[in-house]
């Protein structure tokens, strides 16, 4: 084991605003989120790269950011579920998900808003089953996901209309 | 869970990245897309001193057609291949790329890292051995081309020095008449396979000219049913055919009993998923197009 770990600087953005920060090389990236940056919304559920309760959004890709290192986020824009809202306004997607009751403890929430948010910037019209393999990698283990389904349906309704 | 500590370097070119690992020692492991590596760091089974990343390399990550060919950058996430001329003109490989795990994982794995891991369990090697591919491994006294048969060597161990690196994957472009699939059965998609079978096939007409079949999760390495190609080869694939090779397919694997299943279910598996995967090649080596999903329990 190394005797003294050098940390690395770092530049990233995060929901839009600048941060520069020294981590230390083993910090996963859903720890700076948590608890270098506080922004909590984004979980760690099973910790073992299968759960997605930490899915973000980096540089427009969904990833589980218990399987990243913080400093490979260098240079990178990140999206968490804290960057949803805007102006006091539910981002539809989110607003979607409580309007279908597509949430019951609502831990792996965060994760889905922003798998289904990948989904959406690929194809705004999706079938059932190109819906079903983009939360494939999310858990829930509440709603049996039907009315994820239909909360994603309804979603991409409201920003067809919008 | 934090892996144990270690020491970051951020290779600006893969030859860098080779003379690193020269310079580290046994201690240095290479971090290519980390979907492997950083869960078996996080329950501390992998421990390395230093860690290479890799991802910050430019140039590293593409899928070309040249001369016959395909290449892939090492570095070539699942999802850019899932999407690629590559994968539409080969449809084997369009199965392995939009089946791995799950959005999120595909983003980041990548197929240089998931040959030279060499996880019985992934998916890259079992489809590659049935098409022609050969890796380039490059280290500090230069590059070398080994075939991927003889690259993988045992469960998580390659032909690669330990101070060389994977630097490219080509794949020859089958020949006309040649249709592929490849099928795992999965408990669902984060996890790996409980069995996977690939087959390609060139068909001259209703004659099998030529037959590849891989399995996976069934053995150390992938495993090539050699009898079961032979059963296939130089005559029509008919039903009797099939089932010959699936009986050569059952005698071939050697699949151990874990939580996804005891080795005797792996073994009818295995058989049953070939079945498919022949049947599926058949009608693509006509040109049909047969949308293929991986099966989960």
């Known amino acids: ?162 | 869970m934090y892996p144990r500590a270690f020491h970051y370097h951020r290779a600006g070119t893969l030859k860098e990245a080779a003379s690193m690992l020269s310079e580290l020692g046994d201690e240095a492991k290479l971090l290519a897309g980390g979907q492997s590596l950083i869960p078996l760091m996080k329950l501390r089974f992998a421990n390395p001193t230093h860690l290479v990343d890799l991802n910050f390399i430019p140039g590293t990550s593409y899928t070309k057609e040249d001369n016959g060919a395909i290449r892939f950058g090492p570095l070539t996430r699942h999802a850019e291949i899932d999407s690629s001329a590559a994968a539409a003109r080969i449809p084997i490989i369009h199965d392995c790329a939009a089946g791995i795990a799950d959005v999120q994982v595909r983003n980041r794995g990548t197929i240089g890292g998931s040959l030279a891991e060499a996880d019985p369990s992934g998916d890259w090697a079992t489809v590659l051995l049935t098409l022609s591919t050969e890796v380039r491994c490059l280290g500090t006294k230069g590059e070398r081309i080994v075939a991927l048969a003889d690259f993988i060597r045992d469960a998580y161990t390659t032909a690669l020095e330990h101070d060389e690196l994977l630097s490219e994957v080509v794949v020859k472009i089958p020949p006309e008449g040649s249709g592929g699939a490849y099928l795992a059965f999965k408990r669902s998609a984060p996890v790996y396979p409980t069995a996977s079978a690939a087959v390609q096939l060139t068909m001259d007409g209703v004659v099998c000219q030529d037959a590849a079949i891989a399995l996976g999760c069934v053995g150390l390495t992938p495993i090539k049913p050699k009898e079961a190609e032979a059963a296939l080869r130089a005559r029509p694939i008919t039903a009797k055919a099939i089932a010959t090779a699936v009986e050569a397919v059952r005698a071939a694997v050697d699949p151990q009993s874990d939580m996804r299943g005891s080795a005797d279910y792996k073994r009818t598996l295995a058989g049953a998923l070939v079945e498919r995967a022949i049947e599926i090649a058949v009608r693509r080596a006509r040109g049909e197009q047969v949308e293929v999903n991986h099966i989960y329990a």
């Not at chain 1, 289904?116 to 999706?126: C, D, G, I, R």
């Open chain 1, 1 to 162: 084991m190394p005797e003294t770990i050098e940390k690395v600087p770092i530049q990233l953005r995060v929901n839009g605003k600048p941060y520069s920060l020294r981590v230390e090389p083993r910090m996963l990236l859903v720890e700076l989120l948590r608890e270098e940056l506080d922004l909590t919304g984004t979980h760690v559920g099973c910790d073992t790269t299968y759960c997605g309760a930490c899915t973000v959004l980096m540089d427009g890709a969904a990833v589980k950011s218990c399987t990243i290192f913080a400093v490979q986020a260098d240079g990178a824009d990140l999206l968490t579920v804290e960057g949803l809202e805007k102006d006091g306004q539910l981002h539809p997607v989110q607003k979607a998900f409580g309007d279908s009751y597509g949430l019951q403890c609502g831990y792996c929430t965060p994760g889905l808003l922003l798998s289904t948010l990948q989904l959406f910037s690929e194809n705004k019209e999706p079938t059932e089953k190109q819906m079903r393999k983009a939360i494939a990698g999310n858990t829930c283990r509440c709603t049996g996901y039907q009315n994820i389904f239909k909360a994603i349906q309804l979603a991409a309704q409201n920003m067809k209309d919008a």
